[in-house]
């Protein structure tokens, strides 16, 4: 698996398209330094930023990485491996390389900007976190539609449609949701539908540890006391691991019994 | 009758005299105390003569909790450079540092006051000053504390340069009218930085507050002045910068609102003016919660607000003419300085968040950024009488002395 890995690794960081989303990131963090010069802004809108474009580019660059290397999997079928250990393998190539590249192209300029001696150190490092999260998570899902997909027009139809899905629609069947039952208490409802998507989530871990979580009211402070505390942080983090290892699963499970 | 002579008597630990409580025994009317250096363990001091009580070189009088302090009686008294410490907690009775009751003609000035439950209470008394006093308190709950200075049924008092924290209000005022509330300074305080209570024609110009539990609350009361006064930091869940609640006539001139949760919260009030005041980085600049008719806000800044304003109700009947918005995103093709497109300040999210509290969890999405969109473009759910014809392009430089 790790050969594997190896190989989709470097064949990745070779690419164009792993340098264009490197210089994006960094080019993104310099422009947002040099235009705002306050990190703790700069965090903020960057949260904006991450919480749509790292989902989007995880499913895209997943769903394309799989159907491109098509051929080479195939190859590596024919020979005694086990086939697990081959999407796997691919998988985290194209899932490490992504979050690298995040890191990387964010972590460099806040970093020369002065990260270390900021307390923003902590919003950043969460930024980085629920950024790396997220492309696990994505990245695990478009492997998911491609391999259930023979067709990559379907697949690519598919994949931007879960990101349009979890990004926005969502969303949008939650407000309505909040505002048709607006007569009960809500905020268990309002607690497990942030939990059910991880841009959400996401968004909703680093809001709170920023300043504006005071803008969120009494509301707010029922989130805060969930998501403040370490329970309410270690439940956080265990649905967003649940949300990367159950895709893993189902990968797994697909490939052993697909036909190639 | 009056002396034609009046006495100067002097307390120190070494002169005849040793105690304040002997000197106003002795004193007449139109008498002078000097109270030397020292520290005077005593309580429940009554003044009922007209005299003045100097302090030199702020002498200590501590109450050792044994109640109220000082207690002014008489027209006419002077209080002048002590410091106050160990007024008395209880759950029954609102006892004071200083209290002057049914008096007129006071002065009550350079005082420092610590360990206070109230600090200088005024109870129905007209034509006083109270200058430059320090009060720093230890208040933590509400319910245990008391307000640093309290007027009740008072009339044409001057409260000037006054340093008040961390008590429960900073300065509270119930059914007193023509004061005037002047270059004072009010912080951390746990309730409100300055509260008013059914209590007409006051101003309130050129104070600080900062990091109040709310910077200012006028409740039920009218024709006030506030102007040019900074209201910055009032931080958290339920935090504001300015309460406005059933206030009639009131004029908001020139002041700043910097960093609030809510710049203003208003409610219940009619005719007020809000001009050339400048609301920045607040969470909410302006929130109407109501009922709030025929208030012009004009000539304003602001700038860099989550919301500028937010309104519930599909009713307007408030003017909003030639403010200066950071959000405004139209043109200016004929170069007179005013947008050419009228500026929608309330945002459609912010309306769903007052009807659905719970909705504020969505702030920031994406789905909201759109809605948002699509709201200004077309109005549907918003008053769309409500926006501002006359947009400013650049920011105005308010004269700021």
Redesign the interface.
């Known amino acids: 698996m790790f050969k594997i890995l190896k190989y989709s690794f470097y064949d990745l960081m070779r690419s164009r398209w792993s340098y264009v989303y490197f210089a994006f990131y960094l080019l993104l963090g310099v422009v947002l330094l040099f235009l705002n010069n306050d990190l703790s802004k700069a965090v903020i809108t960057l949260?904006?930023v991450i919480?749509?474009l790292v989902p989007l580019i995880g499913t895209i660059f997943g769903v394309m990485y799989y159907y491109n290397s098509k051929e080479f999997t195939e190859l590596l079928l024919a020979q005694p491996l086990k086939r697990s250990s081959i999407f796997l393998g691919q998988y985290l190539g194209v899932a490490i390389s992504l979050s690298m590249s995040l890191i990387l192209g964010l972590g460099i300029p806040f970093v020369f900007y002065g990260l270390f001696m900021s307390n923003a150190i902590w919003d950043f490092s969460l930024l980085l976190i629920t950024g790396t999260f997220l492309t696990l998570i994505f990245t695990a899902l478009a492997f998911n539609i491609a391999l259930s997909n023979e067709n990559r027009i379907k697949g690519f139809g598919y994949a931007i449609l879960l990101w349009l899905f979890l990004?926005?629609?969502y969303?949008?069947i939650?407000?309505m949701s909040?505002?048709i039952f607006?007569d009960y208490p809500?905020?268990k409802?309002?607690l497990i539908g942030?939990m059910l998507n991880p841009?959400?989530l996401s968004?909703?871990l680093i809001?709170l540890k920023l300043?504006?979580s005071?803008?969120?009211?009494?509301?707010?402070?029922v989130?805060k006391q969930f998501f403040g505390t370490n329970f309410g942080l270690i439940v956080s983090f265990s649905a967003l691991t649940l949300w990367v290892l159950l895709p893993v699963l189902r990968i797994t499970m697909k490939a052993k019994k697909k036909d190639f | 009758m009056t002396n034609v002579w009046s006495n100067t008597i002097t307390v120190c630990s070494s002169c005849s005299v040793k105690t304040i409580h002997e000197a106003l025994q002795q004193a007449s009317e139109g008498d002078t105390i000097l109270v030397k250096k020292g520290i005077y363990k005593e309580a429940n001091l009554k003044i009922d003569k007209g005299i003045t009580i100097i302090g030199e070189d702020l002498p200590t009088i501590d109450g050792d909790a044994k109640g109220e302090i000082i207690t002014i009686g008489a027209d006419n008294v002077t209080l002048d450079g002590f410091k106050i410490i160990n007024v008395g907690v209880s759950y029954t009775t609102d006892y004071a540092a200083v209290r002057v009751v049914n008096s007129s003609g006071f002065v009550i000035q350079n005082l420092e006051l610590e360990k206070l439950f109230f600090g200088i209470y005024l109870q129905k008394s007209n034509n006083g000053k109270v200058l430059n006093n320090k009060v720093r308190g230890e208040a933590v709950t509400e319910f245990n504390s008391g307000n640093a200075i309290h007027l009740w049924h008072c009339n044409n008092v001057e409260v000037r340069g006054n340093d008040v924290r961390n008590v429960r209000d900073g300065i509270y005022l119930e059914f007193s009218s023509h004061i005037a509330i002047t270059d004072n300074f009010s912080k951390n305080n746990v309730r409100y930085g300055l509260h008013f209570m059914f209590s007409n024609n006051n101003d309130v110009i050129n104070n600080v507050f900062e990091t109040n539990g709310a910077g200012i609350a006028l409740m039920f009361s009218k024709f006030m002045e506030v102007e040019r006064n900074v209201i910055t930091k009032n931080?958290?869940?339920?935090?504001y910068g300015l309460l406005l609640k059933e206030v009639t006539d009131v004029n908001l001139k020139n002041n700043l609102f910097l960093e609030n949760?809510v710049g203003i919260t208003v409610e219940g009030s009619n005719r007020l003016v809000y001009s050339n005041n400048d609301f920045t980085s607040n969470?909410?600049a302006i929130r109407v919660k109501g009922a709030c008719y025929e208030n012009e806000i004009i000539n304003n800044n602001f700038l860099y607000n989550?919301f500028d304003i937010s309104y519930n109700g599909k009713i307007n009947d408030n003017k909003f003419d030639n403010n200066f918005w950071s959000n405004y995103t139209g043109y200016d093709l004929n170069k007179d300085g005013i947008g050419d497109v009228p500026y929608r300040p309330v945002k459609l999210f912010s309306y769903?968040v007052n009807?659905?509290?719970?909705?504020?969890?969505?702030?920031?999405?994406?789905?909201?950024d759109?809605i948002d969109f699509s709201e200004k473009v077309s109005p549907v759910f918003t008053p769309d009488d409500l926006m501002d014809e006359n947009p400013r392009i650049k920011r105005i430089d308010h004269d700021k002395n």
Do not use: K
């Open positions: 949260m904006n919480i749509v990004a926005i629609i969303d949008g939650f407000l909040l505002i607006e809500l905020d409802l309002s942030t841009i959400d968004r909703t809001l300043d504006i005071a803008l969120l009211g009494y509301t707010g402070a989130f | 931080w958290g869940t339920a935090a949760t969470g909410y989550s769903i009807r659905t509290p719970e909705a504020i969890i969505l702030l920031r999405s994406l789905f909201i759109l």
